[in-house]
């Protein structure tokens, strides 16, 4: 007798939300239809203050990605070419795009084992002058430890800029990220706890003088239509986006919470199966990934693919061991030159799960069965 094949888990399936949500984004669709006025009109206006006040802080300036709003907080902080910031190798090179492109140098920072996140011990370490930012990645979902890091950087008089492209609404204290660092970026990316139906992005900070900045660097440099006070980029937030992102600001808090509930009862399940994954699911984690590890990773993801679930790997190759990192002729950079090992052997364990809102009961029960389930060769320990 032929038995059927397991019921396939997606790693996400964004359809799902845009279908459960279909007449509040139709009616925000319309409205932008309505108004004749499609990029940084009221939609952006009214997503920037809403947003802001969802992050607790006084700034938000919408920009056309995650990437750009990384970049254009480097810009804002008078980062240029020769300059130097630090920043984590793990984190799918977004940032090391950013300091790239302003002309500077990454300088980078080992991880904490337990987190994923920046070190604040290995920071205190490598931190020495001329470190010009830091830039600490909420990796997975999970706030890095923000306080100790910037302990080290205000001994420094460094600044230091969160990428919370992976954290809208997680929080240490009450306090969200987004509210820690000189500024912090977003992204909007699709697939983000916060996604947009195309690409977005946003810059937030409490402090006016470098929102100002932020606000010109965004259109040209303009200091008023048509002024240029110094050259800027087009780096603008569409009102289509801005209005989506307003319909789905106010469901952000619940899906961020059944991401939490997944992620807790895959934890559970992979007691005494010798890998290790996410413990704390307080408000420090909106579990935008879930990550496990396992020096059987490979068993461990062809046992789940054989089970018909989807896995992937968040992110394989560190950034200071890209191709893109060597030097010219093979000379060594300084980000080559990295010496990482914690990030190094986390790179070869780390195993992503399916883990979004609209996951449904069987096919969470699906990821947990399988991990109960593993053959013996697939578990150490
Ligand atoms: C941690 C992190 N930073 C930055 C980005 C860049 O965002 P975007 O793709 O919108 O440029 C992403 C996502 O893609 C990300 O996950």
Known sequence: MRTNP?????????????????????????????????????????????????????????????????????????????????????????????????????????IDPDTMNMSAADLAARLTPPVHAVIATHLYGRMADVPALLAVTGRAA????????????AAIGGRKAGSWGALACFSFYPTKN??????????????GELARRVKALRQYGWSSKYRCAEYGRNSRMDEMQAAILRAKLPHLDGWNARRRDIASAYSAALAGQGMEGPRDFGESYVAHLYVIRSQERDRVRAALSSC????????????????????????????????????????????????????LDDEISAVVGALQALPQEARVG
């Open 6 to 110: 397991p019921k396939p888990v997606a790693l996400n399936d964004l359809l799902r939300q845009t279908t459960a949500l279909h007449s509040e984004l139709a009616a925000a669709m319309d409205r932008v239809l309505a108004s004749g006025w499609y990029i940084l009109g009221r939609e952006c206006a009214a997503f920037e203050s809403e947003f802001a006040a969802y992050c607790g802080v006084a700034h938000c300036i919408s920009v056309a990605n995650g990437t750009d709003a990384l970049e254009l907080a480097l810009r804002a902080l008078g980062i240029g070419p020769g300059d130097t910031v630090a920043t984590v190798a793990n984190a799918g090179g977004y940032s090391t795009t950013a300091i790239r492109a302003m002309g500077a140098e990454p300088l980078y920072i080992d």
């Open 158 to 169: 460094v600044p230091l800029v969160e990428d919370c492209a992976q954290a809208h609404g």
């Open 194 to 207: 916060l996604g947009a139906l195309g690409d977005g992005g946003a810059i937030t900070t409490r402090d």
């Open 308 to 359: 018909g679930i989807a896995t992937d790997i968040h992110y394989p190759v560190p950034d200071h061991l890209q191709e893109a990192a060597r030097g010219a002729h093979g000379t060594t950079t300084l980000a080559a030159g990295a010496h990482l090992p914690v990030t190094e052997q986390a790179a070869g364990e780390i195993l992503t799960l399916p883990c979004y809102a609209e996951l």
